[in-house]
């Protein structure tokens, strides 16, 4: 069975720092880009960022650019996102899916995890 897991969610403080990790079974991640959205309470899902399958390019929100990191360990079938400077509207669950490329479009992604809530509260 196809499938991504994402874990690594919590509360925090404004400030700190979370590593959210999407986990694959079923497949490799290799050949696929992996791209890591949020939605928050009663907004629409966004694209927070994505690292394509062949060079590791990675795309950023402006949201989050200079505060989030993507990175790939294709050893593990994991991509992880290092989030640092969380701030309270970075509250959200927080979802990985595959594509074969990085897109704007959700349409392109697939095999959805079933998200990990952030919560930034003082």
């Known amino acids: 069975q196809v499938q991504l897991v994402e874990s690594g969610g919590g509360l925090v403080q404004p400030g700190g720092s979370l590593r959210l990790s999407c986990a694959a079974s079923?497949?490799?991640?290799?050949?696929?880009?992996i791209g890591w959205f949020r939605q928050a309470p009663g907004k629409e899902r966004e694209g927070v960022s994505c690292i394509s399958s062949s060079d590791g390019s990675t795309y950023y929100a402006d949201s989050v650019k200079g505060r989030f990191t993507i990175s790939r360990d294709n050893a593990k079938n994991t991509v992880y996102l290092q989030m640092n400077s969380l701030k309270p509207e970075d509250t959200a669950v927080y979802y990985c899916?595959?594509?074969?490329?990085?897109?704007?479009?959700?349409?392109?992604?697939?095999?959805w995890g079933q998200g990990t809530q952030v919560t930034v509260s003082s």
């Open positions: 899916a595959a594509a074969y490329l990085c897109s704007d479009y959700e349409v392109d992604f697939g095999s």
């Open positions: 079923g497949f490799t991640l290799d050949y696929y880009a």
